[in-house]
């Protein structure tokens, strides 16, 4: 057999069906009879329903069902907070919310009935921004609420004294801003009653499990009357969580029509549905002393869930607490966190949950603590970086760390010290350097107290393996990843292991793809599997041979036993397959299965966010070159380089594919993407006018890896999914003010606010524009 | 709760989906892109395939594909003998050999080009029947075999010596004849290749997994690549197993198209393709002592499989010695059969198995026995009957019998000695009556040496269960009765458990309907996995509640502790739902699901086919009344009961409607069925020409139940859906003779054969007509 391909540049086992277009998402399946859906969404951020006249519609021929929100189950369902019908009821409180759902016999028919409703509003006062929310007196979008929707407040020893024993501080206020999720893939569902007056629903999920959970509140219908079916998913970033509403909308219409019915979101659609991340303005203060440890951190941050709460509390948690964890010096920190409500588009989950708002922070403040006190600023992260063993303030026990190797790498590879002493230039383009460092968690206990992993595996009379999971490979690999293990614990080719279709139905409980959890729990739990099966393979084995199990050996999908060669030249042997049918067939027999979970040895958060939450914490540092245009205020990306601390590459393709995904996704966070809201309504829901990069604003992306081993992973690997995309905005607003001596605080870094800071700047001195080719 | 169904008449958990037209048959799938398949058949009973020209075919508008058997994988398949390809290749076989398929964008169009295709064939001299097979120098079906595809020769006792103590002997020979399994459903599969180039199977199925088995063989492709789905399944009388062509042919098609192929079987198909039961001539001897005991039993059997062996072997097997079993006085039994291949279309597995062709001898000639001694042949029949704790002259060791009870029934339902006492009259229609007995297996340690059943069992956070299972439903009631066990074992509504569809990729190794071996088998299973589940749970209980798991009970889907009352008034109780999530989100949670298998406790049968083959057996009686027109010679059964010793009727309703059924498919087999042939080719494929007993021909069925209660069986119970068709054929030949004198010793019983009968007889003496209504 090939050797291994743990630690081998391995192609994705879900590859060929994707190129192939066997591969069906969410949008491809077709079933006969199936009924088109589409929705009537709120076109006023904050208003009073007062007649729904749906009698046009529903006599347009080819409209089976018109349903609006009073034919809702009246059970409230949501994550943390129980607000939320599974359309308007009553009143709508954002731009986008769905009112109206109509399933027709094709999607024009759909469309044009949605034309024909009218729906008579009495408009209220909308919350337009947290500001705003927060004013006495103003109106609530939840009754009693005050438009706080969670508050946050934690401290850990002294901050006010550590401050005192500081030799630099600062203090600062950042804003950060939307983001839409940007898959390739638009939701889409379908979803039909089937046997047994069974809900099945196909769609692309990054949780089907917990997906199943909210579908049997909302709909108010017991959990195993329902299946969901994982299509392939193209893509998630967090916008394929159990806040999303095409999948659940889709449910609930199939069980009135009893025909599929199909939901796919157009691309606007996708834009007023989908959530997009949880925008933060963060007051942050932070003092450092003379050798470069930070003494303490203070922060306050508000942050705008918008009209419904989703997992935004879980997001804000994140951004209040996490990044301190990468300090080991780091034992002073308050954080005061407030979610409030407005009647802007909920928003919630998204790759890096919250890190990424507070990192941006962290690094563009630690990079002007370096410059108070004549540090370098890879040097006061390194020194404050945190270390294998380290337990941190909010509790987490870093089995490993290599953020110092990281920042090592990222010095190397950027070829820092050089360019950080280099002239800037004084022509119309200038250049700078930047830097920035994260931490993130792999898993997290925190969706219950249980963040376990259960793999089932089924040799086959073929000796081939079936893997079921119910942890969903998104795109990033998850199954490439077991599939792997797999095979590498058995010793038999990758493409004799088969990753089970995710169905609820059949395949084990599991959480999903969430937290980066899923290489250490999932792959814990596969190894786990693999020794068991193992196990059962050869005690049959031994008994067949007639040789104690400790004199066998097992090789590319055979038990071979050394010892049995005194009957022959030959060594004796017996396949996988072989075994396999013999567990069947015999007295006492039955097929080939096992099952094995993986819990890690971690705790839940108490009150104050204090706990060894995950089995192991990514690292990552980032180093960014950039130009910025002077005369345009345009900042270009020259050059980076990521460096990811996943542990243990167990597929090198598979990190350096996530580590440029996660990049690029931030670059685009931090220079391009911005969701326009215009009085709560977004302007911008189309690909033309929300500019994700694209290729020729990214530079080829450089990607080190550090393997730091930790023990808890699987061959001591950790997440590599979103740790990358948590570093860039500070990296790039660093490189910026490189650059050209402009901080900017707000996200994102527009040429418009460049050219604002360079003209602030210019009242203070004057900027040396050299004619271009200056040295020539 | 309700209280538990078992032993109450309980509707078929999967009734609701078939009379609301939500369950999918074999044919009613219907996927985008799928293509039709049509087979083009040999028309020659035996002939060389010298040239196919498929040109014009391939050239039609529509057509996809069209394939030969050069096109067919080389590898030789089949149950016993490896002598099968997918398509004739070289030769044909039979009338109706598939030769040709075409796979078309619709079925009109498949069956054009079937016309366009020309097959060049060059005729070689037919095997007509088992006596030109057996002539000395006639052509061979399969080169080599001189047209013997089996032979059985086993000898128990001492036979000669036996017989010269009987006061009576008798011997005659039998002719029994093919029976269409006859399904509402014909056969028709969707196949397509899938992820991961997996072939998926949609296929009506009475056993997935050996089906899978088969197809890998044949198919030459790795087992665990295959996936087959059991379809709702219309029936199956043993038709739909691994013998049966359409969905191995559409399987293997679908992994040329790679698009979605359906095979529906047109009705002509289904009689061309499916496999009919096993013809045997029997030349029996038996002799009793004066006493009524039976001191011997000799017997020969031709059989004729026809072109292809398949599971025929195994059928012949069952004629050869299991209706000895009955007799716990017979001590002494000789057997010879053959098995004779001929070009007639295959045959193979029937409901009864080759019970049903020895069971008629064996009544027909005690019936003559009795009267040879003067007995009543009931009496005879219980004199001899096996009595729980036998063991048996083949080694079966009977747990329960309650043959002489079920023989008690019949003799009171149809008021037997007053009927038999009575004057036949001397109209032109004359009553009789007659009865049979007969015994079944309920498992069979014969498909390699494992008859055990798997159960998985999913605790959901409702606290409903999926129950996953590799037998099949075929629509006699298997999902019920294990829904029925596991509610009962649990203490939940019925409705509260699931059975899971059939699926290789998801249900647990198991070996499916046949040798009525689900109830034992999979219902001991359930019951094991229903333990296991409640185990989990009483403990999990016991942690939460704080109660020693000896002090709690559970019910209604809850756990109550009675002691902890001392808090307060109430007792203390947890939901099944919680504590399934309470084994979920804690440290080490996981699912709850839980896998259990029951193995019997049998043995294989020897090359003297002595052994235990199964944890029990099922006995049968028959009491039928007929009236023959001795004018017309034609016989209506006027009355009849069977009596069943299913050990517990589970399920009351379930087991009448077996009985009913079975009775009636015996009634047809006896007087109606029969597959006419014509130099081998089969000349009545349709239903009016084959003649299954309609409405009117079919009286009320009564029916009784004994309850022998078996150490082995879930409850007691036994296999109920075979026993019943194995007596009637002697009880209604009986019952002939009673009414008329005529004995016919060839099935069917037609109105020709009673009319020679009474010519013959009328050689002897004249038969009294006495004019009608005479009386008044």
Chains 1, 2 share one sequence.
């Not at 069906?17 to 009879?33: Q, R």
């Not at 025909?259 to 942050?284: K, M, T």
């Not at 508000?302 to 300090?327: F, K, T, W």
Request: charged share 20%; net charge negative.
């Amino acid at each position: 057999m090939k050797q291994s391909t743990i630690g081998h540049e391995t192609p994705q086992v879900t590859a060929r069906d994707k190129v192939t277009g066997v591969a069906l998402y969410g949008g491809d399946l077709k079933m006969p009879g199936m009924l088109h859906l589409k929705v009537l969404r709120s076109p006023h951020a904050h208003a009073r329903i007062v007649r729904i006249d749906t009698e046009a519609a529903r006599a347009l021929p080819g409209v089976h069902l018109v349903l609006t929100g009073e034919d809702t189950p009246e059970r409230l369902s949501g994550v943390m907070h129980k607000q939320h019908r599974i359309l308007a009821t009553g009143k709508v409180r954002f731009i986008g919310e769905e009112v109206v759902a109509v399933a027709a016999v094709d999607e024009e028919t759909a469309r044009d009935a949605l034309d024909l409703i009218h729906v008579e509003y009495e408009e209220l006062p909308a919350v337009l921004n947290p500001d705003h929310a927060l004013m006495q007196g103003t109106i609530e979008v939840h009754q009693g609420t005050g438009n706080i929707a969670h508050e946050y407040d934690i401290c850990q020893g002294d901050v006010e004294k550590a401050f005192e024993t500081a030799a630099a501080v600062y203090e600062a206020t950042y804003e950060t801003h939307s983001q839409y999720p940007g898959y390739l893939e638009p939701m889409a569902t379908v979803a039909w009653m089937g046997a047994n007056d069974r809900l099945n629903v196909w769609t692309p999920s990054q949780m089907p499990f917990l997906q199943r959970m909210r579908f049997a509140e909302a709909l108010d219908r017991p959990v195993s009357t329902i299946r969901i079916i994982q299509a392939t998913t193209g893509g998630g970033f967090g916008g394929k969580t159990v806040e999303e509403c095409n999948s659940l909308i889709c449910a609930w219409v199939a069980t009135k029509t009893r025909r599929p019915v199909r939901f796919l979101n157009s691309r606007l659609d996708d834009f007023q549905g989908a959530r997009a991340s949880v925008p933060e303005r963060i007051w942050l203060k932070m003092g450092v002393n003379a050798e470069g440890i930070i003494v303490a951190k203070d922060v306050r941050i508000i942050a705008e869930c918008g009209a419904y709460a989703g997992l935004a509390p879980e997001v804000l948690q994140v951004s209040v607490m996490r990044s301190d964890n990468m300090h080991r010096t780091l034992k002073n920190v308050r954080s005061h966190a407030t979610l409030v409500y407005t009647n802007c588009p909920p928003r919630g989950a998204f790759r890096g949950f919250g890190g990424t708002q507070m990192t941006f922070c962290v690094s563009s403040h630690l990079s002007v603590l370096a410059d108070k006190i004549g540090m370098d600023p890879i040097d006061l992260h390194t020194l404050n970086a945190v270390r294998s063993g380290d337990v941190t303030v909010h509790g987490f026990e870093v089995g490993s760390s290599g953020l110092s190797e990281c920042l090592a790498q990222v010095r190397t590879a950027m070829n820092w010290d050089e360019k950080r002493r280099r002239p800037k230039g004084a022509g119309a383009k200038r250049r700078g350097i930047g830097m920035g460092a994260a931490i993130h968690v792999s898993g997290n206990r925190a969706m219950g107290n249980w963040d376990g992993s259960t793999i089932a595996l089924k040799i086959n009379p073929d000796g081939r393996v079936m893997l079921y999971t119910g942890e969903a490979d998104i795109g990033q690999g998850a199954n490439t990843m077991l599939a792997q293990i797999c095979s590498h614990e058995l010793s038999i080719p990758i493409d004799h292991v088969t990753v089970m279709p995710l169905d609820t139905d059949s395949s084990p409980y599991g959480l999903g793809s969430v937290a980066s959890r899923v290489t250490v729990n999932g792959g814990m739990a596969a190894i786990k599997a693999s020794k068991e099966a193992l196990g059962k393979l050869l005690a049959l084995a031994a008994d067949k041979l007639g040789v104690p199990e400790s004199e066998l050996m097992f090789q590319n999908g055979e038990v071979i036993s050394e010892s049995a060669g005194a009957t022959g030249a030959e060594r004796a042997r017996i396949s996988y397959g072989d075994l396999a049918r013999m567990h069947i067939y015999r007295h006492g027999g039955e097929g080939l299965q096992v099952t094995a979970t993986y819990d890690p040895p971690t705790v839940m958060a108490n009150s104050q966010q204090y706990g060894n939450v995950a089995p192991a914490y990514s690292f990552a540092a980032q180093g960014v070159e950039v130009e910025v245009d002077v005369e345009t205020g345009k900042v270009s990306i020259v050059d980076t380089y990521i460096s990811d601390d996943c542990g243990k590459a167990l597929n090198p393709l598979a990190v350096h594919g996530q580590s440029c995904g996660a990049v690029t996704q931030g670059i685009g966070w931090t220079l391009y993407e911005q969701l326009h809201y215009q009085d709560c309504r977004l302007m911008n829901g189309n690909f033309a006018d929300y500019t994700m990069p694209t290729a020729d604003s990214i530079p080829e992306i450089r990607s080190g890896i550090v393997e730091s081993n930790d023990p808890n992973g699987p061959y001591g690997a950790k997440g590599a999914s979103e740790t990358a995309i948590v570093p860039g905005a500070g990296a790039i607003a660093n490189a910026v003010y490189d650059a050209v001596g402009v901080r900017i605080n707000s996200l994102p870094i527009t040429p418009e606010k460049v050219l604002a800071g360079l003209a602030e700047l210019a009242k203070f001195k004057v900027i040396e524009t050299e004619p271009e080719h200056a040295g020539i």
